[in-house]
């Protein structure tokens, strides 16, 4: 194995725990030290105590894997299962940093990486003023259904992220 030495990467919390779940989905991951190890292969300097607050904001928890061992996993919803309400409110205070919107198109802004998770919770919400979402990296467009109107529900978003 070739290793390179890289400098540090310096990640906001919502991209780490981005690197995080991509790591947990793709590493059968049994332990914290492990994730730590892993974080550090991808240049990102992260303690036990950091992974750890990482996956309990995450959701994680153990499964077990075919071989029998017990690894980390991040549970999804089922696509027709309706999020909580505070799943939503969370996801969006921790990760929309702008809302705007032009007739019934609001227009939300994420850091880099994160449109989707947004978009994810947003479809899942139930709330019956949107019609559906589409998301980029950092940019999430979000339909007003009929008979709303795009500025009530552009400030019913931004109260969620608590702008």
């Known amino acids: 194995m070739v290793r390179t030495h890289r ?3 310096r990640l906001a919390k919502n991209q780490r725990q981005h690197l995080v779940a991509k790591l947990l989905a793709s590493h059968g991951v049994a332990s914290q030290e492990k994730l730590v190890r892993l974080l550090s292969v991808e240049g990102v300097t992260a303690t036990q105590a950091t992974v750890s607050r990482d996956l309990d904001d995450l959701g994680a928890i153990k499964i077990r894997a075919a071989g029998g061992e017990s690894i980390y996993a991040i549970p999804e919803l089922p ?4 999020a909580p309400d505070e799943h ?3 996801v969006f205070s921790d990760w929309v940093v702008e809302v ?5 198109i609001v227009v939300l802004r994420t850091p880099p990486g994160t449109a989707n998770v947004v978009g994810s919770a947003l479809d899942r919400s139930g709330l019956p003023q949107v019609l559906g979402t589409v998301a980029g990296d950092d940019t999430l467009f979000v339909v007003v259904a009929d008979g709303h109107d795009g500025a009530v529900v552009a400030d019913v978003l931004r109260e969620l992220a608590g702008l």
């Open 7 to 9: 400098k540090p990467l």
């Open 88 to 90: 939503l409110r969370r």
């Open 79 to 82: 696509k027709d299962q309706r």
């Open 100 to 104: 705007a919107h032009s007739g019934n």
